[in-house]
Nanobody
Framework: QVQLVESGGGSVQAGDSLRVSCEVS????????MGWFRQAPGKEREFVAS????????EYSESVKGRFTISGDDDRTTINLQMNSLKPEDTAVYYC????????????WGQGTQVTVSS
């Protein structure tokens, strides 16, 4: 099974930086892609960034390109999302997610961590 635990959320001012982290514990011998999603109040959950389990290839949503960076250790036990130049529109609950190789959907989710950016 997969356990994902996020941390690092908090309240900051616009223009500040914040790093959220995801501790990954995998008990199934499988390959996973990792991702970050976010959901603001009254909004649909949206994709933020992803990183391949092997190789480290990354993807970002248009709204965060150039500001956010997803990264992880070689063993992929920790996945980080470095968020710079934060905007009030970035306010949301941020979720870590895992997608098993060969599947279209992210099947495993963390509990989420709140990020609030004051204007």
């Amino acid at each position: 099974q997969v356990q994902l635990v996020e941390s690092g959320g908090g309240s900051v001012q616009a223009g500040d930086s914040l790093r959220v982290s995801c501790e990954v514990s995998i008990r199934i011998n499988s390959i996973f892609d990792m991702g970050w999603f976010r959901q603001a109040p009254g909004k649909e959950r949206e994709f933020v960034a992803s990183i391949s389990w092997i190789g480290g290839g990354t993807e970002y949503s248009e709204s965060v390109k150039g500001r956010f960076t997803i990264s992880g250790d070689d063993d992929r036990t920790t996945i980080n999302l470095q968020m710079n130049s934060l905007k009030p529109e970035d306010t949301a609950v941020y979720y870590c997610a895992a997608r098993k190789l060969g599947r279209d959907e992210f099947d495993y989710w963390g509990q989420g961590t709140q990020v609030t950016v004051s204007s």
